[in-house]
């Protein structure tokens, strides 16, 4: 069993700064690539950052220069440091994660999402 708990949303004003933090727990083996995901109300789902276990990362443009992800494989945390926010980044964001657990089952996993409002 694999869990992937965030914490970190919250309301901001334009211009502020937040970071999500996201914990996985249960039977892992591994952590391949980790990454953040948003949707806001009427949208579809977004890629907003990844990381591998190698650190390397890839970002949305709108995000690009405002946004940093960051990873503990020590403790398998994975970051969004969000400065510089807008109101076009409220959303749900969500964690997800690629992970092999002990019975060498690769599987794809989600955290439970956290909300992201940007209002003055």
């Known amino acids: 069993q694999v869990q992937l708990v965030e914490s970190g949303g919250g309301l901001v004003q334009p211009g502020g700064s937040l970071r999500l933090s996201c914990a996985a727990s249960?039977?892992?083996?591994?952590?391949?690539?980790m990454g953040w995901y948003r949707q806001a109300p009427g949208k579809e789902r977004e890629l907003v950052a990844a990381?591998?276990?190698?650190?390397?990362?890839n970002y949305a443009d709108s995000v690009k220069g405002r946004f940093t992800i960051s990873r503990d494989n020590a403790k398998n945390t994975v970051y969004l440091q969000m400065n510089s926010l807008k109101p076009e980044d409220t959303a749900v964001y969500y964690c997800?994660?690629?992970?092999?657990?002990?019975?060498?089952?690769?599987?794809?996993?989600w955290g439970q999402g956290t909300q992201v409002t940007v209002s003055s």
């Open positions: 997800n994660a690629a992970i092999v657990v002990y019975s060498g089952l690769p599987g794809d996993y």
């Open positions: 249960g039977s892992i083996f591994s952590i391949n690539a």
């Open positions: 990381i591998t276990s190698g650190g390397s990362t």
